[in-house]
T-cell receptor, first 118, second 112 residues
Framework: GAVVSQHPSWVICKSGTSVKIECRSL??????MFWYRQFPKQSLMLMAT?????????EQGVEKDKFLINHASLTLSTLTVTSAHPEDSSFYIC??????????????FGPGTRLTVL | GENVEQHPSTLSVQEGDSAVIKCTYS??????FPWYKQELGKRPQLIID?????GEKKDQRIAVTLNKTAKHFSLHITETQPEDSAVYFC???????????FGGGTRLMVKP
């Protein structure tokens, strides 16, 4: 199957600092990628849709100035959590749909990044 | 927007028994319904999916049924095994490449 990677897999940072998370599609091109946030024992909540070459689309309640998304190439999207605070501690997962396959709706998830803000 | 409800939130079964998880959705435009299994700290893994032009799909011990009229779909796991223990999520999407809206999840525990 298609492979989506994320880096780093986990990160611990101090309150007030910024953290960048990378999401890469390794064997296909992704014009769209999705960023989800998952708090402990909760479901995946869509934060934003990352579009290659254009601005990201944010879900209601997600601050675009706090969660900066850049989709500069067809294989890489980055999420930067700016001025992180303890309440931003969560599991961040990206996904990308792979076009041109029989199961074209299938999305491939990255392994996730666990962010802990002290 | 789409709203997906999932029940039950926890489910405990004896090994060998069947497990059923149910989801309802609100957007009649949704046409793709995947089910994911997620183990602690891992990514969701697709276990089965169904498109709106099909009423039922089966893959070994796993089956999914879809009732478009009632806007609900269900996951059926037969002959459960301890390794089936995980959190299961249903989701809905309106089409190719579109975002997924997830249900709240079901924690399945299979007791040996």
């Amino acid at each position: 199957g298609a492979v989506v990677s994320q880096h780093p897999s986990w990160v611990i940072c101090k309150s007030g600092t910024s953290v960048k998370i990378e999401c890469r599609s390794l064997d296909f091109q992704a014009t769209t990628m999705f960023w989800y946030r998952q708090f402990p024992k909760q479901s995946l909540m869509l934060m934003a849709t990352s579009n290659e070459g254009s601005k990201a689309t944010y879900e209601q309640g997600v601050e675009k100035d706090k969660f900066l998304i850049n989709h500069a190439s067809l294989t890489l999207s980055t999420l930067t959590v700016t001025s992180a605070h303890p309440e931003d501690s969560s599991f961040y997962i990206c996904s990308a749909p792979r076009p041109g396959r029989a199961k074209y709706n299938e999305q491939f998830f990255g392994p996730g990044t666990r962010l802990t803000v002290l | 927007g789409e709203n997906v409800e999932q029940h039950p939130s926890t489910l405990s079964v004896q090994e060998g028994d069947s497990a059923v998880i149910k989801c309802t959705y609100s957007d009649s435009a949704s046409n793709y319904f995947p089910w994911y299994k997620q183990e602690l700290g891992k990514r969701p893994q697709l276990i089965i999916d169904i498109r709106s032009n099909v009423g039922e799909k089966k893959d070994q011990r796993i089956a999914v049924t879809l009732n478009k009229t009632a806007k609900h779909f269900s996951l059926h796991i037969t002959e459960t095994q301890p390794e089936d223990s995980a959190v299961y999520f249903c989701a809905a999407s309106t089409g190719a490449g579109n975002m997924l809206t997830f249900g709240g999840g079901t924690r399945l525990m299979v007791k040996p």
